[in-house]
């Protein structure tokens, strides 16, 4: 409990006294967090892209605030759909690549941005427009990267949301309730932590224009993200995550046009693992390995077989569809960071991999349909064949080497290349793209940012599979509802797969930022994206 001391002068075989003082150990503790804060105009920074970082996203108002979909569209270009699907410069949502820490959390059928994590989980959110690197997948629209946190050597709990609102309608009834909570803290201190982030939500609908007892439908929904990480040694690292969604509706579909006989029960459900090592080695070389699995899961079942009507006042009988599908994803990604090398300034290189099954795996069974005028005459009837369940795979293979090259303090050059095939197409397909930024000022004030590549999207399953899901056929009758007033017409999807090929997408772009007096910031850009063997269905009878 107390200091050493070294005393010197002590001379052996002498009479003499010595004082030695000593004094009690204490331990003075302080804690400094440093966080990076790059500059308004950082000459670092090459492509196109927005950051919200965790105090954004949880300080900003935004509609929706658990779900994270409904805050990107306060960054600039980004845009959402009604059916919740962002959109980044105007591109698709299946041609925007979507990951997080790294991995593709993508819908592997459709993909679309299915996933939900708590936003108390995200450490921040980027979305890319242009010039970004050779590393991202294919997504010619775009990258909307999830970067989430992790727990370290103190306990921490926060809970937010957790009193439901009531409504007075048809009596007093719960509203809704979307509570959310975060818990992490050490494992071992020093050596492992923890994180589990977890949100749901109850939401009640309830209409007084339909009669009691079938006037209301519940929805249910949950995502819980799980992770651990651990030091293995000071170069050596694990994290492992699992995300879990859930969402349940016993009647959806339900309004005051379309009673609760017309509804369906619907489930969807996601789950995502991942595993990823890192590795530092004494030469200043990082290795990066990970796998991921996830699923992606719909059920929707009507409520019985009675012939679903649709008229101008509303509709009735049963809906006329159900199905059942899911959608897997089995990935490996790989990436190595080699230390800086000089030739004619710094170099950075940055090499890897991906590789990934894919399957998408759907059963439909449809009934035939009518639709009445309102003088409840026969307008159209609609029929189907229905087609046998299926499942169609591909597998996908793509590397990248992306160099970073300081030609001199002022001016950085980011050229790469990046190969993609997979068992669709079975074509190498090569996307060269080059980005660059220039100071022109050395004070800093004004940067030039330009660029130039070649970016892919992935063969996308539920286009292809739409040929697999039988035949529709429409016949219309005239006013009476009695006799046809044309042949029936049928309508399919055919694909011929020796004309597909990877969509080619030429994105350029240049951009100016300036500093104004007074602390302001101007900035322009200009996008430019031209694609062709985009992949769509064209109708041969409107040709």
């Known amino acids: ?193 923890f994180m589990d982030a977890w949100e749901g939500e109850y939401d009640l609908s309830i209409f007084k224009e339909l009669p009691t007892g079938a006037d209301r439908n519940s929805v249910w929904r949950g995502s819980n993200l799980s992770k651990v990480q651990i030091n293995l040694s000071q170069n050596n690292n694990i994290t492992a995550s699992v995300l879990v969604n859930y969402f349940r509706s016993p009647h959806a579909g339900l309004d005051p046009f379309d009673p609760i006989s017309t509804t369906q029960k619907l489930s969807t459900g996601a789950f995502l693992f991942t595993l990823k090592d890192q590795h530092l080695f004494r030469n200043g070389t990082l290795l990066e390995l990970g796998v991921a699995a996830s699923r992606f899961k719909s059920v929707s079942v009507p409520m019985g077989a009675e012939t679903y009507v649709v008229t101008p006042d509303g509709s009735s009988g049963n809906f006329y569809a159900t199905n059942h599908g899911h959608a897997d994803r089995l990935e490996g990604i790989g990436n190595l960071f080699l230390p800086p090398r000089r030739a004619a300034g710094k170099h950075e290189f940055k090499l890897g991999f991906t590789s990934d099954r894919v399957s998408d795996h759907q059963e439909f069974n449809r009934l035939p349909y009518l639709v009445r005028r309102e003088d409840g005459t026969l307008s159209r009837r609609v029929d189907f064949t229905n087609a046998p369940a299926f499942t169609r795979d591909n597998v996908e293979a793509s590397a990248y080497v992306q160099d970073r090259w300081a030609v001199t303090a002022r001016w950085l050059l980011e050229p790469g290349v990046r190969l993609d095939w997979d068992e669709i197409i079975r074509t190498l397909a090569p996307s060269p793209r080059l980005a660059s930024t220039v100071l022109v000022k050395r004070n800093g004030d004004t940067k030039i940012s330009w660029g130039i590549g070649i970016y892919r999207d992935p063969s996308n399953l539920d286009i292809l599979t739409r040929s697999l899901t039988g035949t529709r056929t429409d016949l219309f009758y005239d006013a009476a509802g009695q006799n046809l007033i044309q042949p029936p017409v049928a309508s399919t999807f055919t694909i011929d797969q020796r004309f597909l090929r990877f969509p080619h997408v030429v994105n350029a772009s240049v951009a100016i930022e300036q500093k104004l007096p007074q602390s302001t910031y101007l900035r322009l850009q200009f996008v430019d994206k031209r694609g062709r063997d985009i992949w769509t269905f064209l109708n041969p009878a409107a040709s």
């Open 1 to 193: 409990g107390f200091f050493a001391v070294s005393e010197k002068e002590i001379h052996v075989g002498e009479v003499a006294s010595v004082d030695v003082t000593l004094n009690h150990v204490r331990e003075f503790s302080e804690q400094v967090n440093v966080v990076y804060s790059p500059p308004a105009i950082d000459p670092a920074k090459t492509q196109a892209s927005e950051t919200l970082n965790s105090d954004q996203i949880i300080d900003l108002p935004f509609t929706v605030t658990r779900d994270i979909r409904y805050a990107l569209p306060l960054l600039p270009g980004v845009l959402q759909d009604y059916t919740g699907q962002v959109h980044v410069d105007g591109a698709s949502t299946r041609q925007i690549y979507d990951q997080m820490d790294s991995f593709n959390v993508s819908d592997p059928a459709t993909g679309q941005f299915l996933a939900r994590v708590s936003v108390d989980a995200l450490r921040s959110v980027d979305v890319a427009s242009s010039r970004y690197s050779t590393e991202y997948g294919k997504g010619s629209g775009g990258v909307i990267s999830l970067r989430t946190g992790m727990g370290d050597d103190h306990w921490r709990a926060t809970a937010t949301d957790f009193f439901p609102n009531l409504q007075n309608r048809k009596g007093f009834n719960l509203d809704s309730w979307t509570p959310r909570g975060l818990f992490s803290g050490p494992l071992r201190k020093g050596k492992a932590w």
